[in-house]
C-alpha cells in the first residue's frame, strides 16, 4: 500500500507562505491522483486540491488563486506551495488517495496562521 509523509508545516504570520511536501512511498499501483486535505479543529476533513495522473490539478474555491499542487516528475513528492496566508487556513494539513477502494492518509503537519 502506498504511504505518505508530510512536512513542511510551521507557523507563518497572516500574508506569509508556506511549502508543504508530500513523501510518497510504498506501492502506488493503481493511484489516479493525490490530494492535499485539511482539518481544523471541530471541522470535518475537507480537500484542498488534487493532482491526477495526467497532471490536471483542480482546487478547493477558498485557497484558488492562492494554493498550487504539483509534483515532481516522478511521483515522489507532491508539494503545495501556499501563498497569502489567512488565519482561517489554520488546521493540520494531509495527503490523501484512494487505491483499490481504500483510503490512505499520512499523518499530517501542522499550518498555524497568526493574525
Known amino acids: 500500500q502506498v504511504q505518505f509523509v508530510e512536512s513542511g508545516g510551521g507557523l507563518v504570520q497572516a500574508g506569509g507562505s508556506l511549502r508543504l511536501s508530500c513523501t510518497i512511498s510504498?506501492?502506488?499501483?493503481?493511484?489516479?491522483?493525490i490530494g492535499w486535505y485539511r482539518q481544523a479543529p471541530g471541522n470535518s476533513r475537507e480537500l484542498v486540491a488534487g493532482i491526477i495522473t495526467s497532471g490536471h490539478t483542480d482546487y478547493a474555491d477558498f485557497v484558488k488563486g492562492r494554493f498550487t499542487i504539483y509534483r515532481d516528475n516522478a511521483w515522489n513528492t507532491v508539494y503545495l506551495q501556499m501563498n497569502s496566508l489567512k488565519p482561517e487556513d489554520t488546521a493540520v494539513y494531509y495527503c490523501g488517495t484512494s487505491q483499490y477502494g481504500s483510503h490512505y492518509w499520512g499523518l499530517g503537519t501542522q499550518v498555524t496562521v497568526s493574525s
Open positions: 510504498g506501492n502506488t499501483a493503481g493511484i489516479n491522483g
